[in-house]
């Protein structure tokens, strides 16, 4: 894809590659229970692996971590090691569209704004495959926060995301899907605003210096400021939902 080396440019300089926080992370394993000492966790999309950290100074998993961007695997290992829990997280270069693990592997399957690559239903149906009977999914994915959002935001996921729903319809996908939804809520817009958008304008201007004249990287880093704008507008109608479910027999 044109452009794709700026978008990891600008991504590889950002803490995290979508909106979240430690504190969300550490809510959403909480509602986990009944865990046996060292959970076998995949973290899907794990990216630099902000959330892959943070699981594993809460579990006491083995960790998994998941990406098909071999520099977000070397940074999350380099805090993995700075922090001393380099032990409990395997690096994985691999495609999530191409995971070959065995069936019933996982006590927890974990991935916080990345599973809309596989399509939801569809990431749904390949991670209950590969959880053990009981396990767990806790999954972030962007939603309506209201029944009716008004037009410019309607016309802008349909363009950007037409899979995006309400939480109710996610829930019911989740109960078809074969999953006890065990709790689910809404991410602060702080994870977004303080973890993810203030990061990245700091690095947009850094960016837009370094590329003066490139009018090709000038454009994606101007989509991506696009971006910004539009969440400070809309942040009332979507956002980010933590699902966290039980695969049920
Ligand atoms: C929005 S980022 C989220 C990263 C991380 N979970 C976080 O919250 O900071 C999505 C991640 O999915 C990864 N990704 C995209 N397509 C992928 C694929 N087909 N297989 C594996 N990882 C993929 C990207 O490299 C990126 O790290």
Same mark, same amino acid.
């Given at each position: 894809m044109e452009g794709t080396e700026y978008m990891y440019e600008l991504f590889e300089a950002l803490?995290?590659?979508g909106p979240g926080d430690n504190e969300s992370t550490r809510r959403a394993f909480n $509602?986990? $229970?009944?865990? !046996?000492?060292q959970p076998f966790i995949l973290d899907i999309g794990?990216? !630099?692996?902000v959330q892959t950290v943070e699981l594993a100074k809460v579990s006491n998993g083995k960790i998994l971590a998941l990406d098909n961007h071999q520099p977000f695997l070397d940074k999350l290992m380099k805090t993995a090691g700075d922090e001393g829990l380099a032990d409990n997280i395997i690096p994985k270069n691999m495609s999530m569209l191409a995971m070959d693990f065995d069936e019933n592997t996982f006590d927890i399957i974990w991935s916080e704004g990345a599973l809309y690559f596989m399509g939801f239903k569809n990431g749904l149906k390949r991670c209950r495959q590969l959880l053990k009977n009981g396990g767990y999914l806790a999954v972030t994915e962007i939603v309506y926060l209201v029944p009716d959002p008004p037009a410019p935001v309607i016309q802008y996921f349909e363009r950007e995301y037409p899979d995006i729903t309400d939480v109710n319809d996610k829930i019911g996908l989740i109960r078809d899907e074969g999953f006890k939804l065990i709790s689910d809520f809404t991410l602060p817009e702080s994870s977004w605003i303080d973890s993810y958008y203030l990061p990245m304008e700091k690095e947009l201007s850094h960016l837009n210096e370094k590329y003066q004249g490139n009018e090709a990287a000038l454009a994606i880093f101007d989509e991506m400021r696009h971006e910004i704008d539009f969440y400070k507008k809309y942040s009332d109608f979507f956002g980010y939902e933590f699902f966290i479910m039980q695969k049920i027999n």
């Amino acid at each position: 894809m044109e452009g794709t080396e700026y978008m990891y440019e600008l991504f590889e300089a950002l803490p995290r590659c979508g909106p979240g926080d430690n504190e969300s992370t550490r809510r959403a394993f909480n $509602t986990i $229970t009944k865990l !046996p000492k060292q959970p076998f966790i995949l973290d899907i999309g794990c990216g !630099p692996g902000v959330q892959t950290v943070e699981l594993a100074k809460v579990s006491n998993g083995k960790i998994l971590a998941l990406d098909n961007h071999q520099p977000f695997l070397d940074k999350l290992m380099k805090t993995a090691g700075d922090e001393g829990l380099a032990d409990n997280i395997i690096p994985k270069n691999m495609s999530m569209l191409a995971m070959d693990f065995d069936e019933n592997t996982f006590d927890i399957i974990w991935s916080e704004g990345a599973l809309y690559f596989m399509g939801f239903k569809n990431g749904l149906k390949r991670c209950r495959q590969l959880l053990k009977n009981g396990g767990y999914l806790a999954v972030t994915e962007i939603v309506y926060l209201v029944p009716d959002p008004p037009a410019p935001v309607i016309q802008y996921f349909e363009r950007e995301y037409p899979d995006i729903t309400d939480v109710n319809d996610k829930i019911g996908l989740i109960r078809d899907e074969g999953f006890k939804l065990i709790s689910d809520f809404t991410l602060p817009e702080s994870s977004w605003i303080d973890s993810y958008y203030l990061p990245m304008e700091k690095e947009l201007s850094h960016l837009n210096e370094k590329y003066q004249g490139n009018e090709a990287a000038l454009a994606i880093f101007d989509e991506m400021r696009h971006e910004i704008d539009f969440y400070k507008k809309y942040s009332d109608f979507f956002g980010y939902e933590f699902f966290i479910m039980q695969k049920i027999n």
